[in-house]
């Protein structure tokens, strides 16, 4: 194939297609010379991991509001950053933000580094998203290779090695057609690419700009592909979790160890998370079950007992009490949320 010609054709697409994004300098305004703010290009990027664009793109404007520079997101408080990611999942990556920004501002003056080796350096900032803020923030002509790309390269060469067998070979073929100018125009390109016209299922290969050259759909195989090695069986783990308010009406919570599963967020108490559940009461009361949630994390499923407990004056000395104007549902993980909502309408207002 030539690779030229395919990315000249998928530029020319985006220059007419680009989606818009809070984050994104489209194609117009590159061209008249204006340039990505690196600090809005890996926040979105760090968003993005693992979550949709729709999803991401009112916790972007928060984040870009609450703290519109790098210096200002360094300085900000950890509770109050976590607070704010709540709902967003993948909680380490909330932590590694901060910990990024504060690199930032500590060994680099507050400057993203341009190349791709010292961004890598940096916490939370894997091999993708240092292409991403690589070629979109500095236009150098890194590749960006994620779920949308691998699928959209397996397609137009018509590669039928399930993922992620095939990744090394997808990578390659997906360099070989960066071109080294307008990388990071090309990078968005092929996102948009991705997600609006070579989606996974029935790709759009009559409006699609690599329609000629694709020997996927040539050969009628498009919808079948990436093939993908079939995945295990996601294990169940279960436990309880235990909600109580004090006789003023405080919230009886914790906040969880820095490291693991939804590490420095808020949470109700609860046993482990095992094959079987146990009950584990943080403290004598009156526990009554009310109900169970269930929550999917990336990993396994999971199956949390809710057992509640009223006018409780035993609160163990460690526990983070919340008065009623200071708790906030949305400031919970999704997980913690879900117990919350099965749990509150066994209590007073
Ligand atoms: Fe995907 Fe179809 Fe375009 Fe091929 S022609 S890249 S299968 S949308």
């Keep these: 194939m030539d690779h030229g010609a395919l990315a000249a054709g998928l530029l020319a697409w985006y220059d007419e297609n680009a989606r818009e994004m809070p984050w994104r300098v489209g194609p117009a305004s590159r061209k008249a010379g204006i340039t990505a703010d690196p600090y809005r290009i890996w926040m979105s990027e760090v968003m993005l991991q693992?979550?949709?664009?729709?999803?991401?793109?009112?916790?972007?404007?928060?984040?870009?509001?609450?703290?519109?520079?790098?210096?200002?997101?360094?300085?900000?408080?950890?509770?109050?950053?976590?607070?704010?990611?709540?709902?967003?999942?993948?909680?380490?990556?909330?932590?590694?933000?901060?910990?990024?920004?504060?690199?930032?501002?500590?060994?680099?003056?507050?400057?993203?580094?341009?190349?791709?080796?010292?961004?890598?350096?940096?916490?939370?900032?894997?091999?993708?998203?240092?292409?991403?803020?690589?070629?979109?923030?500095?236009?150098?002509?890194?590749?960006?290779?994620?779920?949308?790309?691998?699928?959209?390269?397996?397609?137009?060469?018509?590669?039928?090695?399930?993922?992620?067998?095939?990744?090394?070979?997808?990578?390659?073929?997906?360099?070989?057609?960066?071109?080294?100018?307008?990388?990071?125009?090309?990078?968005?390109?092929?996102?948009?690419?991705?997600?609006?016209?070579?989606?996974?299922?029935?790709?759009?290969?009559?409006?699609?700009?690599?329609?000629?050259?694709?020997l996927a759909r040539k050969n009628g195989t498009a919808a079948d592909l990436p093939k993908k090695v079939p995945k295990a069986i996601k294990p169940t783990r279960k436990g309880f979790a235990y909600v109580a308010q004090t006789p003023s009406g405080a919230w009886v919570m914790e906040r969880r160890p820095d490291k693991g599963l939804l590490g420095g967020m808020l949470g109700w108490p609860g046993s482990p998370w095992e094959e079987t559940a146990q009950e584990a009461p943080p403290f004598a009361a009156d526990w009554a079950e009310v109900g169970e949630i269930k929550h999917t994390f990336t990993h396994f499923h999971l199956f949390l007992r809710v057992m509640v407990a009223n006018a409780v004056a035993n609160a163990p000395e460690h526990a983070v009490t919340l008065g009623a104007n200071e708790f906030q549902p949305s400031d919970l993980p999704t997980v913690m949320r879900k117990v919350f909502d099965v749990a509150q309408v066994h209590f007073d207002d």
């Excluded at 960006?144 to 397996?154: A, P, Y």
């Design 50 to 214: 693992q979550t949709t664009v729709a999803a991401v793109k009112t916790y972007f404007e928060r984040f870009t509001h609450l703290w519109p520079t790098v210096q200002d997101l360094a300085a900000a408080d950890d509770t109050h950053v976590m607070g704010e990611w709540a709902g967003l999942g993948y909680y380490a990556r909330a932590r590694n933000l901060l910990k990024c920004a504060r690199a930032v501002v500590a060994d680099h003056g507050g400057v993203f580094p341009t190349d791709r080796k010292s961004l890598l350096a940096l916490p939370g900032i894997g091999p993708y998203t240092a292409s991403a803020v690589a070629s979109i923030a500095f236009d150098l002509p890194e590749t960006v290779v994620d779920g949308n790309v691998e699928r959209v390269m397996s397609r137009l060469h018509d590669v039928h090695e399930p993922l992620p067998l095939s990744k090394p070979q997808l990578t390659e073929l997906a360099e070989r057609t960066t071109p080294k100018n307008r990388a990071g125009d090309y990078a968005q390109a092929i996102m948009d690419l991705g997600a609006t016209v070579c989606t996974p299922k029935s790709p759009h290969c009559d409006i699609c700009p690599w329609s000629a050259p694709c």
